[in-house]
């Protein structure tokens, strides 16, 4: 696991989109795993004036979200498919055929769920990009839940639903459940790149270093791979 501590968010976000574009230089039609929440938009922000800027471009780029709300309509403006389009499809030159995230809402959640995981064993992820909980959650996945799970439906713990009701209007809005790549998925990436700012995200990033390997602590499963990059800032940083 490689670790690189920066000063700030705004160093993170530019070492963050430094690395996907200098894979998307070496291969143009890289498959990316893709991460919403606080943390990466901006590297979103970074990547979309390189590609304004022409130096990098998504055209033959295909992405595959980590997660998704359970029953949120796409267009809800808290979804992550909206989030994704606006933080960073509607930006750059990506064929709209090639965006592929979690399709959480309807009857058939199970045959949804079914069907993202053979989109997801039939690519291999290039770079997977994630951030962190402050219990060590990666994507969807909570403390205790199997490495060996593939994509599946998860019930948010309130300590989730809590953290994210600062996107709603109020609690009683944020979803139960959400669609997520499970660890295993994950694991099958080329290349890991988990980003984490803030002090409240120190004690995660201590475990992650310092701890062992335990379904406890889901990113702990990071240590198996071989290919982890690890950007920090220096609050992230603060108690290693």
């Known amino acids: 696991m490689q670790i690189i501590k920066v000063k700030n968010y705004e160093a993170l976000s530019k070492e963050a989109a430094k690395i996907v574009g200098n894979l998307l230089r070496s291969k143009p039609d ?26 990098i471009s998504f055209k033959a780029v295909k992405s595959y979200n980590l997660d998704e709300y359970c029953d949120l309509p796409r267009s809800h403006a808290q979804s992550y498919y909206t989030f994704m389009h606006e933080n960073l499809f509607n930006h750059v ?27 997801l064993n039939s690519v291999k992820i290039d770079l997977q990009v994630l951030g ?12 205790g839940t199997p ?25 009683e809005e944020v979803p139960h459940r959400a669609m997520t790549m499970g660890i295993k998925n994950i694991m099958a990436a080329k290349k ?15 475990e992650l270093v310092f701890g062992n390997v335990s379904e406890k602590f889901p990113a702990s499963a990071l240590k198996d791979h071989d290919n982890v990059t690890v950007i920090i800032d220096e609050d992230a940083a603060s108690l290693l």
């Open 147 to 171: 490495f060996s799970n593939e994509t599946f439906i998860v019930e948010l713990t309130e300590k989730t639903r809590e953290d994210n009701k600062r996107f709603f209007a109020s609690l």
């Open 192 to 206: 890991i790149l988990l980003l984490a700012s803030g002090k409240n995200k120190a004690l995660a990033i201590k």
């Open 30 to 55: 890289a498959i990316l795993g893709l991460a919403t929440g606080s943390t990466p938009v901006g590297m979103y922000q970074n990547l979309v004036k390189m590609n304004e800027n022409h130096e």
């Open 132 to 143: 962190i909980g402050g219990n060590g959650h990666i994507g969807f996945n909570e403390p």
């Open 93 to 119: 030159d990506i064929l709209e055929k090639n965006v592929h995230l979690p399709h959480a809402e309807g009857a058939d959640l199970t045959k949804q769920c079914a069907d993202y995981n053979k989109a």
